[in-house]
């Protein structure tokens, strides 16, 4: 049974860092393709940000330059690393990794931006 545990959330000042991480287990496989999605209050949940097998990265116009998702393939590990933080980004954040074909979700974690 895979799990994902996600960490890093937090409430920050607008300008502020934050790193978000999504730890996978329960699975001898490793993460093929990753992505992260957020949800803010009575909105949609909308990608941010996806990261391929290989390495290569897209972003959601609203937060390329500012944000990077990474992987660490030894850990089973997804990160997004966040800058120059905006009030705009206040929402829940979720990541969604692949597994042998089948998609998994993470419990999110809140991120709030204050003004």
């Known amino acids: 049974q895979v799990q994902l545990v996600e960490s890093g959330g937090g409430l920050v000042q607008a300008g502020g860092s934050l790193r978000l991480s999504c730890a996978a287990s329960?699975?001898?496989?490793?993460?093929?393709?990753a992505g992260w999605y957020r949800q803010a209050p009575a909105k949609q949940r909308e990608w941010v940000a996806g990261i391929s097998s290989g390495g290569s990265t897209s972003y959601a116009y609203s937060v390329k330059g500012r944000f990077t998702i990474s992987r660490d393939n030894s850990k089973n590990t997804v990160y997004l690393q966040m800058n120059s933080l905006k009030p705009e980004d206040t929402a829940v954040y979720y990541c969604?990794?692949?597994?042998?074909?089948?998609?998994?979700w993470g419990q999110g974690t809140q991120v709030t931006v204050s003004s």
């Open positions: 969604q990794v692949r597994i042998t074909g089948a998609n998994y």
């Open positions: 329960g699975s001898t496989f490793s993460i093929n393709t």
